[in-house]
């Protein structure tokens, strides 16, 4: 085992807001969720989670085994929702339950856009009718912006329309729009601290890595499950460029705006880009090999799948980019991890898992947290 971070330091991150505090996540047994509520459960948040079962078998949540409070339920039953939210009383709401994945929005359109849009205006209800939280950090995507035609060899800011080609992309469009419309219309600014408390802000990340993931569809979980079987992967949209980053960066930039919500700073209300460095930027295939160059069980195959499959595949963006000069300089959040790290970190939590039944998550944890330390990042002073 690494380096442990001792509990009372890791009780003191984000300005040791989340000690004590009553934290629902949903989507906590997904991947991304499940590495949160990790994450939160260490710096001692009384975590409710919220979500549908685990969406792969294996899953990170289960092999975690966190002492949390996990409630089964679908964001679309607002009825539930309302009353989770009344019985445990948050004061803070990560929302990340949603159907995430492209392909699937275009078999099942309908499922994905009631999940991801009626499940967030369901999230945003049932917080305002209880008067107990303060904050609500929403979660939709890099892929919310309108890139149709676009392909920009730079990023995407805050600022540029919302749209999205396909289901899932165009859901996450119009999760941005509803962020923005409840916050117009029902916390608006301007009735903060006298008709409402309640601060709500939008994030949108990158391509997310790192151990624990099973996804369809993805390209890491398909080439570490087909490396499990010995088996060869066929890789779909070789060149299409991504703003990939480990799964703990885009975790330490939802932490922070959460931080600054819950401490009443109004002007961080709004929608924020947690991307990778320009340079990490990269090729599905470019990280196809990374991957297999720290285990070599991986094998893929890229130049053929290239010409048999993109002529069946439904249309995905070429080129996506992050633009986060406002997250930098605003929120002082940056990136802890270069794309060598984080390939890394996450060929070795799947080595662990499959080849010593090991479970490294709490370890890169720990590691993510000294690496911040060293860099003097804002968030562990
Ligand atoms: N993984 C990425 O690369 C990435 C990138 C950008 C944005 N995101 C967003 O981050 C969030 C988490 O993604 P993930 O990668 O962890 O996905 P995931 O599939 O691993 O997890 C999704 C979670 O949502 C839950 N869920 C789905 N539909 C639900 C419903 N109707 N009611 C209740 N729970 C429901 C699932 O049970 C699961 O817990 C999503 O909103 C996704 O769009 C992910």
Redesign the pocket.
Known sequence: MGIIVENRKMKKLFGGVYFGKKVLI????????SWLALWLSQMGADIIG???????NPNH?DLLGMKINSII????NLEKLKQVFKEHKPEIVFH??????VRISYINPIETF???VM?TVNIFEASRAVFTVKAIVN?????CYENENKEWLWGYREVDPVGGFDP?SAS?GCAELITNCWRNSFFNLKDYNTTHQTLIASC??????GGG?W?VD?LVPDLVRSASKNESVKIRNPSAVRPWQHVLEPLSGYLLLGQKLLDGYYDFAEAWNFGPSDEDNATVVDIANMVKKSWSKIRFDAENSSKLLCQNQPHEAGILKLDCSKSRAKLKWLPVWDIKKTIEKTSEWYRAFYEFNEIKSLENISSYISDAENKNMEWVK
């Open positions: 949903t989507g906590h047994t997904g991947f991304k969720g919220y979500s549908l079962q685990p969406p792969t949540f339920g679908d964001i679309r990340l339950a949603a159907q995430p994945i009631s999940s991801n499940g979660i939709t995507s890099d892929k899932y996450k949108r990340a990158g391509n997310v890595i993931d996804a993805r």
